[in-house]
């Protein structure tokens, strides 16, 4: 299994952690990750589709080129792929418009081919979770896993969650019981974390982030998993913060979800970077080593 | 079939919370939960009291919480509401009642809609002959225009779970009517007035509104093109309006975002509290081993020429 692989910018930058996580565990699943180097940044929903559609259009073209599924580790790039894929597929006249203007003039084309897939999609639709459990050397047995979609791997459900594809609404839970683990479910898993507001609306986005870790850890969650980096900026970097605003102490460690994948293959807390998160993971850590129950 | 609708009651001046009562009743499967709720407050209870008019999917009145999801009950099937023959209808969770399911639509929803002052507005003089607005403006604000405010975007909104000041989904695509409506001249004023504590910026793009929205009319795409044209023209919040900037210019120079630039920049470089509010984190992230670097120390992508170009050509388009 071989893709192309978008690992957009939190990976390397506010999550240092994620990078090397999603590559060795690819890599001990035999999935060949191709490096996509000379790409831009998606826009995160951020920058306008005017610039941010012909930005991801040029990485589509160079993707169509490989003949490859691209495979990205961020809910928000995959969000911001779909939609714009969306629009490129589904408007052959737009698309020829930002072929002839922006793409044009370094060779490519891009004709609506590619798709694109989140990681723990691909884990479930294209690897197989019953394949994933074969290779699980250490059970996340004891632990206690809230999992957090956030936003852009679930919403709009048409592009995010189509026909044929309704397994991807419970594809956090049905990784987390393959890989050991016990599913804490909680009302605000598909909300916001509040990381799009932090700079406009600081108050309120702490309350998403206090809110989410609170009810969480109130319903016996030792950790919570996400599959998007600025998620985890949000829920790992802001949660003293959030417990500041809360005005209690949550101390709920955040996962990515490569990490957590990686766990149960084997690789120990170090070689998943949990080391580098701001919530201290050491109850994980206790707990897979059978020092707390 | 036979079904028991549990029905939530509530009078402010019994002092209670309010609490289910249940119905009995024969119903067909492909009757709405509204010709339930009508059937047995003719024949069993004339004190239920519930909103309800078109009963077509119209009017936006009877947007209930049915078998614990968020809905209409003119356009919500018997047949796909019951749960082993039970039905439950309560009140949705971010709007205030006075009594049973009566909501308190006054503070909820008319003042917000009002507070986006939801009407074109002129200083030019009348023109001889009507005004002529394209098909291609007419359709999209006609989509606009079929909002029912049912209030079920606001109902499903991220923010307003932990904020209901804010002003919503409802109003801010109401808003989007007038800012785009080019007969309106008052687009900066009405950008700004958007912009204020509780408006368009507090808005988190979970797409959450898009989803609930009985219409298609995709709300969370409309507030992202009343964002964008803010920023366009210069309106906004500052801290907003640095943090668009400054992803842009990352974007354009290094072809990937350079998150320790945007962190410094969106407080603003002159504004020493709010970068000083920032060493906290700081600290603890560079003791983490997370040290992103910023500006000339942040490594440039290859192909960022080609990136920058796209940026160039988007600029003198725009």
């Not at chain 1, 852009?152 to 594809?165: C, D, H």
């Not at chain 1, 070689?271 to 701001?278: E, I, P, Q, S, Y």
């Not at chain 2, 402010?12 to 939960?33: C, H, M, R």
């Not at chain 2, 004339?46 to 309800?52: D, N, Y």
Request: net charge neutral.
């Amino acid at each position: 299994m071989a893709y192309a692989f978008f690992p957009g910018c939190v990976s390397k930058g506010g999550c240092p952690e994620l990078y090397p996580a999603a590559k060795m565990v690819a890599d001990k699943l035999n999935i060949e990750l191709v490096e996509l180097k000379d790409v831009g940044c998606t826009g995160a929903g951020v920058l306008s589709q005017e610039v941010s559609d012909p930005v991801n259009a040029r990485t589509l073209a160079k993707v169509e080129k490989m003949g490859l599924t691209m495979m990205t580790i961020c809910s928000t790039c995959q969000g911001v792929f779909t939609q714009a894929n969306h629009r490129l597929q589904s408007d052959p006249e737009y698309r020829d418009r930002i072929n002839q203007e922006y793409l044009a003039s370094e060779g490519l084309r891009y004709d609506g081919t590619v798709d694109v897939k989140h990681f723990v999609w691909i884990l479930d639709e294209e690897f197989g979770l019953d394949n994933l459990k074969d290779l699980v050397v250490h059970p996340l047995e004891g632990l206690k896993v809230a999992p957090f979609y956030g936003c852009y791997l679930r919403r709009p459900p048409e592009l995010m969650v189509p026909k044929g594809f309704e397994g991807r609404k419970t594809v956090l839970e049905k990784t987390i019981e393959t890989l050991g683990g016990e599913v804490v479910n909680t009302s605000g898993k598909g909300k916001c974390c509040g990381f799009p507001i932090l700079s406009s609306s600081e108050e309120n986005s702490l309350a998403m982030c206090g809110d989410h870790t609170l009810e969480a850890k109130g319903k016996g969650a030792n950790c919570m998993v996400t599959p998007c980096p600025l998620c985890h900026l949000e829920l790992d970097g802001k949660q003293d913060d959030a417990g500041k605003h809360k005005k209690q102490d949550i101390d709920l460690p955040i996962l990515h979800l490569p990490q957590m994948v990686g766990l149960a293959l084997g690789f120990t807390p170090r070689d998943m970077g949990l080391n580098k998160h701001l919530v201290s993971t050491d109850e994980i850590v206790d707990i897979l080593e059978g020092v707390r129950a | 079939m036979e079904i028991t609708l549990k029905f939530y009651r509530f009078s402010p001046g019994n002092g209670s919370k309010g609490d289910f009562q249940e119905y009995s009743l024969e119903i067909d499967e492909s009757a709405t939960v509204l010709d339930a709720l009508m059937q047995v407050k003719e024949d069993q209870d004339s004190t239920m009291a519930f909103r309800g008019s078109c009963r077509s999917g119209f009017c936006g009145d009877c947007t209930m919480r049915i078998s614990r999801r968020n809905r209409m009950a003119c356009s919500t099937t018997v047949g796909a509401a019951q749960n082993e023959g039970t039905i439950s209808v309560e009140p949705v969770r971010l709007i205030t009642t006075t009594k049973d399911m009566m909501y308190d639509l006054d503070y909820w929803v008319y003042d917000k809609y009002k507070a986006v002052e939801p009407w074109v507005e002129t200083d030019e003089k009348a023109p001889d002959k009507e005004h002529v607005v394209s098909n291609k403006v007419v359709q999209d604000l006609r989509k606009v225009m079929s909002c029912t405010m049912c209030w079920l975007c606001d109902e499903g909104c991220s923010t307003m779970v932990v904020d209901r000041k804010f002003v919503g989904p409802l109003a801010l695509t109401k808003a989007y009517r007038s800012v785009f409506d080019p007969r309106d001249n008052r687009t900066e004023a009405r950008l700004k007035n958007l912009s204020e504590k509780n408006g368009m910026w507090d808005c988190c793009h979970c797409y959450e509104a898009s989803e609930h929205c009985p219409k298609g009319i995709d709300p969370t795409e409309r507030i992202f093109a009343l964002r964008n044209k803010a920023i366009k023209a210069n309106a906004g919040i500052p801290t907003v309006r640095n943090h668009y900037r400054s992803f842009a210019k990352s974007v354009k120079s290094h072809g990937w975002l350079d998150e320790a630039r945007l962190a410094i920049e969106t407080e603003g470089l002159t504004n020493i509290k709010g970068q000083l509010k920032q060493v906290p984190l700081a600290i603890k992230a560079f003791r983490k081993g997370k040290r992103p670097l910023p500006y000339f120390l942040h490594e440039k992508r290859e192909g960022r020429d080609r990136i920058k170009r796209i940026f160039e050509k988007w600029e003198e388009n725009d």
